[in-house]
């Protein structure tokens, strides 16, 4: 500025215009550069704090997807032991079904073998009560056969006498076959019961069942003077059962009361039955000594019995139990001591086993 001073002194006077004025240009050209780069400082400062904002922006993206990435580094590692751990699984309940069809085919079988047993208790309960009705029966043949041969031998009386009239002969003839149509209907009702029962259920009276069960019963029963009373009333009760079994359990409630009154000074039987909406009572009563006290849940556990040695197996009221419960009902006993005892049987009546209003 000073040699700028310097020449300005020594100028001439009429040049000092032109040189004032190209230094205001250049002045001018200074300071707008100067502005330029203060502009340009200011845009790249602009950039700079830009970049800085972008930078730590992609740092901040760059820490979102290495987190990203470790969560799926977690999610996957967690989804290859979820495999691993499915796949133990899945062969773990591959080795359970096969240990379940395996179990289930041994129980089915062992359930077989049960019903099969059971079958064959029951049937061998069967049996002894026929030995035990055996005597009975014996004497209630005896009397169709004595009269067929009464009337066959009537009707060769007169056949050598040379009757005329034929019919007498033809007459008795008719009460021999009438007598042998008793002793057959009386052998074929021992064969029935007898036999293996099915296991198919249909609808059956209650009262025909325990008429045909006191025909097997009635000479051993008057034999001993033992008076059987039956109330069942005029309406026809049917339950869906199977006859064979619901006689045998009949027999059995019989036999039972029987050997109950054996010793007591009035000897009797009542039978009796009362219809609810959705199952019909049977009891069975006897003038007996009654159940001791204690006993009345066990009197129904097989080979359980208060007779003497020899004079029972146990498994009358056992059986009877079963058969009852098979067929949807219950058994139970009301005893007083010295008062007898009545067996109570409830049976589902046969709309009611069908599903019918």
């Known amino acids: 500025m000073q040699e700028i001073a310097t020449e300005t002194a020594v100028t001439e006077p009429g040049a000092a215009a032109p040189a004032a004025s190209g230094l205001r240009a250049q002045v001018e050209t200074l300071e707008r550069r100067l502005r330029q780069r203060d502009d340009q400082r200011r845009a790249m400062l602009h950039i700079l704090a830009d970049y800085e904002q972008d930078r730590r922006r992609l740092a901040?993206?760059?820490?979102?997807?290495?987190?990203?990435?470790?969560?799926?580094?977690?999610?996957?590692?967690?989804?290859?032991?979820?495999?691993?751990?499915?796949?133990?699984?899945?062969?773990?309940?591959?080795?359970?079904?096969?240990?379940?069809?395996?179990?289930?085919?041994?129980?089915?079988?062992?359930?077989?073998?049960?019903?099969?047993?059971?079958?064959?208790?029951?049937?061998?309960?069967?049996?002894?009560?026929?030995?035990?009705?055996?005597?009975?029966?014996?004497?209630?043949?005896?009397?169709?056969?004595?009269?067929?041969?009464?009337?066959?031998?009537?009707?060769?009386?007169?056949?050598?006498?040379?009757?005329?009239?034929?019919?007498?002969?033809?007459?008795?003839?008719?009460?021999?076959?009438?007598?042998?149509?008793?002793?057959?209907?009386?052998?074929?009702?021992?064969?029935?019961?007898g036999r293996a029962a099915p296991v198919s259920r249909e609808p059956i009276?209650?009262?025909?069942?325990?008429?045909?069960?006191?025909?097997?019963?009635?000479?051993?029963?008057?034999?001993?003077?033992?008076?059987?009373?039956?109330?069942?009333?005029?309406e026809e009760t049917v339950v869906m059962a199977n006859p064979i079994q619901l006689e045998q359990v009949f027999i059995n409630l019989l036999t039972n009361a029987r050997d109950a009154v054996a010793d007591s000074p009035r000897k009797a039987i009542r039978i009796s039955s009362s219809v609810g909406p959705a199952a019909v009572e049977v009891a069975f009563a006897d003038s007996g000594p009654g159940i001791p006290p204690g006993l009345e849940q066990r009197?129904?556990?097989?080979?359980?019995?208060?007779?003497?040695?020899?004079?029972?197996?146990?498994?009358?009221?056992?059986i009877t139990y079963g058969i009852v419960k098979e067929h949807g009902g219950t058994i139970s006993v009301v005893s007083r001591p010295g008062e007898g005892a009545t067996f109570l049987i409830h049976l589902p009546l046969a709309t009611q086993v069908r599903g019918e209003p």
């Open 299 to 318: 009197i129904f556990d097989p080979f359980f019995t208060t007779k003497e040695v020899g004079k029972g197996t146990g498994l009358g009221l056992s």
């Open 60 to 193: 901040r993206q760059t820490e979102r997807l290495d987190n990203s990435r470790r969560a799926l580094l977690h999610i996957l590692q967690d989804s290859h032991n979820d495999k691993l751990r499915l796949e133990a699984s899945r062969k773990a309940m591959i080795h359970i079904m096969g240990d379940l069809r395996e179990t289930t085919a041994e129980m089915q079988q062992r359930e077989q073998e049960l019903r099969d047993k059971q079958e064959q208790l029951v049937q061998a309960g069967k049996l002894a009560t026929l030995g035990e009705l055996t005597t009975g029966v014996a004497h209630e043949l005896n009397n169709p056969l004595n009269n067929t041969g009464l009337f066959v031998g009537n009707a060769i009386d007169f056949i050598e006498l040379g009757v005329p009239d034929k019919g007498p002969i033809v007459r008795e003839l008719r009460h021999a076959l009438q007598q042998v149509g008793k002793a057959t209907e009386i052998i074929s009702h021992l064969r029935t019961f």
């Open 205 to 234: 009276s209650v009262k025909q069942v325990i008429d045909r069960a006191l025909a097997l019963m009635r000479e051993q029963l008057r034999l001993r003077q033992i008076e059987v009373m039956v109330e069942m009333g005029s």
